[in-house]
């Protein structure tokens, strides 16, 4: 596809799809941050083809612009952006966790606007965690805009093609319903457990013993900040409905440990367990997915950069590490994550052919 496309923000997400864009080989994509030396960082990386220091001339070029910010200031530069000299058939789109805000905005604007979401990513960000396989078998998530007709949708999803994901198109309010549920509120949870941690002073050896569950429960609360600041105050009252749900769940809970009697408790945990195994499986139609691979590793040092260095030679890519610490005198288990199903299985062989350790998937 011919087409210059504008990335506004080079962190995690829009490096990762500048990256992924470039895939289109006719395509010339300009990359602009706030942060000039990110801008410098991602031309050298390779995840953009021009640098660009005027946001508002680059924009005049651009057939396709994306803002790939933290959602408030999304929102403030598509409010610029109607001041800026845009051509006539521009798309502008954006990659943000919230979506009633931004196309609430977009209705202001005089060119097309199709809201984006992919709904992959981690809790790491910055242009130095992009990866090109970000989205591969992830939902992307479009909410068109009023003025897109059918076919800036299909422009649109020619574009996301190379991405690899599976793109889906939805209102902005079952968008913020559904994330809310799955992504948003979650995020606050893991956020307050690690609050519940942290004002335990009684035994401050607690710390120490948060390993494996409360490890795997809370990782997302190591996330941006700033991010998750906006994600919050944007979708606020969805998110705030899930709590008065959460807060329903807890007295339900509170009750049942307040009678204590063991077959209600079974029960509590027995269909928690129905539902939680009746979960689409990754890349099966989860909201976000990555494959993990278990892999049982004696604690000697230098075994972890052994493996990578394996996987680093047979050409595939991580998206995550992690170690299981289930208890300290015994092996412990290595979870390796992957983007895709292939990459998981390739690196399973590859451990297997060059190691004894026991490589399994859950
Ligand atoms: N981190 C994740 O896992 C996911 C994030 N998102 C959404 O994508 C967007 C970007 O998130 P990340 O890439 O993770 O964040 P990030 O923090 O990695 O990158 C954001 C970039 O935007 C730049 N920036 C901030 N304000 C700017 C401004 N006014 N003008 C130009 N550049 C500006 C920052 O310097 C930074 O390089 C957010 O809206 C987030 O909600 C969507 C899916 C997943
Ligand atoms: O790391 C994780 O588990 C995430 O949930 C990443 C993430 C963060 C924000 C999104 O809008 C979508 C995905």
């Known amino acids: 596809m011919k087409a210059n496309i504008l990335v506004i923000g080079l962190g995690l997400i829009g490096g990762s799809l500048a990256k992924s864009l470039m895939r289109h080989e006719e395509a010339v994509i300009y990359g602009y941050d ?61 990659t943000g ?11 202001d604007l005089e060119r097309v606007f199709i809201g984006g979401h992919p709904m992959a990513g981690s809790h790491k960000s ?20 009023q003025r897109a007709t059918e076919s800036h949708i299909t422009k649109m999803k020619d574009l996301l093609a190379v991405t690899k994901a599976k793109v889906h198109v939805l209102s902005a309010k079952e968008h913020d319903h559904m994330t809310s549920i799955v992504s ?38 190591s996330s941006d900040p700033v991010m998750w600041r906006d994600i919050t105050t944007q979708n606020n009252r969805m998110i705030t409905e899930q709590l008065g749900h959460w807060i329903g769940e807890m007295d339900r809970l509170k009750n049942l440990l307040e009678a204590n009697e063991e077959e209600p408790i079974r029960q509590y945990f027995e269909r928690a367990k129905t539902v939680r195994d009746q979960l689409p499986i990754a890349g099966h139609g989860a909201l976000y997915s990555v494959f ?12 972890i950069s052994e493996l990578t260095g394996y996987l680093a030679e047979g050409q595939i890519s991580i998206v995550n590490l992690r170690i299981l610490e289930t208890r300290e005198d015994v092996f412990g288990i290595l979870v390796m994550s992957f983007q895709t199903d292939a990459d998981r299985q390739k690196a399973k062989a590859c451990i297997e052919a060059r190691t004894v350790y026991e490589v399994y998937i859950s």
């Open 292 to 303: 993990d691979l278990y892999i049982d590793i004696p604690d000697v040092p230098g075994i």
């Open 126 to 145: 910055g242009v130095e965690a992009a990866k090109e396989v970000l989205f591969e078998n992830a939902y992307y998530i479009l909410t068109p805009g």
């Open 97 to 107: 966790s919230t979506k009633m805000e931004i196309m609430e905005t977009a209705k």
């Open 34 to 94: 706030a942060d000039p030396l990110t801008v410098r960082k991602a031309y050298k990386m390779g995840i953009i083809h021009k640098p660009v220091l005027s946001l508002e001339e680059a924009a005049a070029d651009a057939d396709f612009i994306f803002f790939a910010t933290p959602v408030g200031a999304a929102k403030k530069l598509l409010q610029q952006s109607r001041f800026w000299k845009l051509r006539d058939n521009v798309i502008l789109s954006d």
């Open 184 to 221: 948003h509120f979650p995020h606050l949870i893991a956020a307050s457990l690690v609050h519940q941690l942290d004002r335990e002073q009684d035994y401050p050896f607690t710390q120490q013993l948060a390993a494996g569950g409360f490890r795997d429960i809370t990782r997302i609360a």
